[in-house]
């Protein structure tokens, strides 16, 4: 007999917990309600995904219009809807990269799924079927499908599931205080991920590599910002063993790095691009994958052997996800968000600038609209993880909800954030942070 208090298998939950979860009921704005009338900041967009914020009725519009208009026909043997075209169209557009198609799936996982599936059959197209690995961070995320959750580098992600495995290859994470490269210079940690990487990359033998697949900026392994020149000489690696790159800006996609894409904000050449969360801002589940023009010709050429294309989905380029996210489009672009986020950033960054060693926290980071407070358990004579909770803790009470990676607490608000709303956020966390401390130094 089950004593859970819910009968939903909860994600990314110890299923053991004998407490009920906190129930959202409502959003506005920027803001969210739960089920006891609290209303809260929401520091992180949902799930770093809901960019235009909790009540854009413009998207409730485009999605009641195209309900009504036509709820669903799917994709699949050539026939499909005119608003997935209409979407495909407007996402080559505003492709970072020459994009030949764009793939529409439902999530971030099964857009870097289907992204790996891609790099295979590219190489199986032009008769190396042999490359077959995947080469991913350690601290990376992409999901927890069978692939996209081996390509994830997080052994909790792993564990019991039978994930990863002889084709999943880990790099290691490109974080600036990685303790191994501890006292290099910036160019000398470059080099020295960049050498590990080669010699990972020749150990394994160049030829059983389809691609490697990074997110610009390291999200859910705590909000890691590679050093400076890492991606460049990274590609040199790849283009002198034929390996792809993916890309995955499922966090990053649609304005949150102050550019539309991340790519075009650090200058990166992939052949792949996953998006997703800032597609629709979260309003309905749609992924998409962006293909190179390169790759997207061998994967044609590819599927005249076999006489089609065996990949797809029943809801990929659903027409109420697509017109929700042709609509988010419209405003990301009429509104100039990626604009909008130059302009805010700064605030955020200085805000966080001011916890830079200050007690309990061991580092700072940021990067448009993603900013990331690392505690310092040591410090603190903490477990591994307990600052992050507890800060966590301290905030929701003082009105905030943020989330924790470890002892990171990271920072991704919806992107219509205005300076004044910053400011909220940044007093109501250091509120939080002074609740700690005090609590800290009475123990
Ligand atoms: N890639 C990245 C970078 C992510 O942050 C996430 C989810 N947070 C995913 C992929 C997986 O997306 P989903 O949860 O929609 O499958």
Redesign the pocket.
């Known amino acids: 007999m089950s004593t859970a208090p819910t009968r939903m298998l909860e994600p990314h939950t110890p299923l053991y917990l004998d407490t009920p979860p906190h129930v959202i009921t409502e959003g506005s704005g920027i803001e969210v309600r739960d089920a006891e009338g609290r209303w809260y900041v929401d520091g992180v967009a949902g ?2 995904s809901v960019t235009l914020g909790y009540s854009e009725p413009r998207l409730v519009r485009a999605a009641t219009e195209q309900m009504n208009r036509l709820p669903f026909y799917g994709s699949f043997n050539h026939r499909t809807n005119d608003v997935a075209l209409a979407l495909a169209a407007d996402v080559a557009e505003i492709s970072p990269i020459p994009m030949g198609r764009v793939f529409f799936g439902n ?6 799924d289907s992204a790996i599936k891609f790099a295979r059959y590219y190489h199986w197209a032009q008769g190396r079927p042999e490359r077959r690995k995947i080469i991913s961070h350690h601290c990376g ?5 069978l692939a ?1 959750g081996s390509a994830t580098g997080l052994s909790h992600i792993h564990h019991g599931f039978g994930l990863a495995g002889d084709d999943f290859l880990s790099a290691h994470c490109p974080d600036p205080l990685h303790p191994a490269s501890r006292g290099m210079s910036e160019e000398e940690q470059v080099d020295w991920l960049v050498r590990d990487f080669e010699n990972l990359v020749l150990e394994t033998g160049p030829e059983t590599v389809a691609a490697f697949i990074s ?1 610009p900026i390291l ?2 392994g705590g909000l890691i910002i590679p050093p400076a020149g890492y991606f460049a000489r990274i590609q040199e690696v790849l283009d002198r063993h034929g390996i792809l790159f993916i890309a ?1 800006e ?2 990053t996609g649609y304005g949150r790095t102050g550019q539309m894409f991340a790519t075009t904000a650090l200058g990166l050449r992939p052949d792949i691009i ?1 998006s ?2 800032g597609l629709s801002s979260s309003y309905l589940p749609i ?1 998409a994958t962006l293909v190179g023009e390169r790759v997207s010709e061998v994967l044609a050429e590819g599927s005249r052997q076999i006489g089609t294309f065996g990949h797809g989905f029943t809801y990929s380029g659903h027409p109420v996800a697509a017109a929700v996210a042709r609509e988010t489009l419209a405003i990301v672009r009429e509104r100039d968000i990626p604009g909008h986020v130059c302009e805010v950033a700064p605030h955020l960054a200085r805000g966080l600038e001011k916890f830079r060693g200050a007690e309990l926290v061991r580092d700072v980071r940021h990067y448009g609209l993603l900013g990331g407070v690392q505690f310092d358990p040591e410090q603190a004579g903490a477990e591994p993880g307990r600052l992050g909770q507890e800060v966590l803790e301290a905030a929701k009470q003082r009105g905030l909800l943020l989330r924790a990676m470890g002892d990171t607490v990271v920072f991704a608000p919806p992107l219509i954030i205005t300076p004044g709303q910053v400011d909220e956020v940044l007093e109501r966390f250091t509120a939080a942070y002074d609740d700690v401390l005090a609590s800290r130094r009475r123990q």
């Open positions: 799930l770093w999530s971030g996982s099964d857009a870097n995320y992409h999901g927890t499908t996209a997110e999200g859910a995955d499922v966090i996953t997703a969360k992924s």
